[in-house]
């Protein structure tokens, strides 16, 4: 994967990796929780393939999505997404459902071939309410209903926590690049999805909040009402590229702290990626925790000296935000028809084992 460009051009483009290479791992994941290959060069290093192991799980990824689709201005855009339990359902980002009038879904995208392809009819996109086209307010989320479930491919379990400090495995289809390259991503590898490791750092409010006691003004509660955001940065190993890092130490915060990465396996998401998951580990299992939305060249817009490539907007030093999954389970379990925990309903369903999940429209 890589990493997106900038807050405003995510819109329609978030989301990949950019591989950090040539450096020395530094991971809290444990000799049983590395993927097969590593992100050591370029984007062939690190790409995913069907029934591929990532912490002696196989085919830990292959409920990873990639979405093709046409808009109503006839323009065609990609992005990613993950398969839900159940195969019916893939959760992606708003932006990347909010306008399409035909879409196909492709699982375990390999050597330009998918093993599994269905489709989305246009009335079968649920995008979150409260989704404007604004990003970074914790609405940027959607659910895709698609034509026939998929049953050869197991669908994500979602976390149900707050996994702020926790170490993720992201996920997509998007361009790529090698972090300290200066040139943007590109899409010479789109054949095959990318992965890396990378680390949540902040809740994004949280992050804006702290900057609105230096720069008055900044901050506005209301932008956030919708829900969380995850905030990563993408580090190279050294100081100099830690980003998250020397904005806390530039405002003064214990909030938060960042670390200098996972080395050769840190990457972040780039263009195409909207959509994709970061995956947190619980010990037998990867939970979809976020939800790709957006990218930032954060140290240009303050003047930082942190990006590692000012011609690369997924370069070392630069930002991504994913919508967090817990802070959306009623929404949810309510579009596809899920009763509450504990609730009569739910104990109903289960007597009767009644499989069909409720069609609804636009949330």
């Not at 396996?265 to 998951?277: F, K, L, N, Q, V």
Request: charged share 15%; hydrophobic share 40%; net charge negative.
């Amino acid at each position: 994967m890589k990493v997106l460009s900038s807050l405003a051009l995510a819109l329609l483009s978030a989301g990949a990796m950019s591989s950090a290479h040539a450096l020395t791992p530094v991971t809290s994941f444990g000799p049983d929780l590395v993927p097969l290959t590593g992100n050591t060069s370029g984007p062939e290093d690190w790409r995913f393939l069907p029934g591929q192991s990532f912490n002696g799980v196989p085919g830990a990824l292959d409920g990873v999505a990639m979405l093709n689709f046409k808009t109503h201005g006839g323009r065609n855009y990609a992005c990613s997404g993950s398969l839900l339990a159940g195969g019916q359902y893939v959760l992606t980002a708003a932006h990347c459902a909010d306008d399409f009038v035909s879409m196909q879904v492709d699982f375990g995208w390999a050597g330009g071939a998918s093993k599994v392809s269905r489709t989305v009819a246009a009335g079968n996109a649920i995008v979150h309410s409260g989704w404007t086209g604004r990003l970074d307010t914790g609405a940027d989320i959607a659910l895709l209903r698609l034509d026939r479930a998929v049953t050869t491919i197991k669908g994500y379990q979602l976390s149900t926590t707050l996994d702020v400090g926790k170490d993720i495995l992201v996920a997509g289809y998007g361009t790529t690049q090698v972090g300290n390259a200066p040139d943007d991503t590109n899409w010479n590898d789109w054949k095959f999805g990318h992965y890396a490791w990378n680390r949540i750092d902040v809740a994004s409010q949280t992050f804006h909040k702290e900057l609105g006691t230096v720069f008055k003004g900044w901050y506005n509660p209301e932008n956030f009402k919708y829900g969380v955001t995850y905030m990563s940065d993408f580090d190279s190993g050294l100081d100099d590229n830690n980003t998250l890092q020397i904005f806390a130490d530039g405002i003064g915060t214990a909030l938060w702290s960042s670390d200098r990465g996972h080395g050769k396996d840190e990457g972040m998401i780039a263009a195409g990626d909207s959509g994709g998951g970061d995956f947190v580990w619980d010990g037998t299992q990867f939970l979809l925790t976020g939800v790709h939305s957006w990218g930032w060249e954060a140290c240009t817009r303050f003047g930082l000296d942190c990006d590692a490539a000012y011609g690369n907007s997924a370069s070392y030093g630069d930002l991504s935000g994913s919508t967090a999954v817990y802070s959306h389970l009623n929404w949810i379990r309510q579009q596809m028809g899920i009763p509450e925990p504990g609730s009569a309903a739910l104990a109903a369903l289960a007597l009767f084992g009644l499989g069909a999940v409720r069609r609804r429209q636009r949330g």
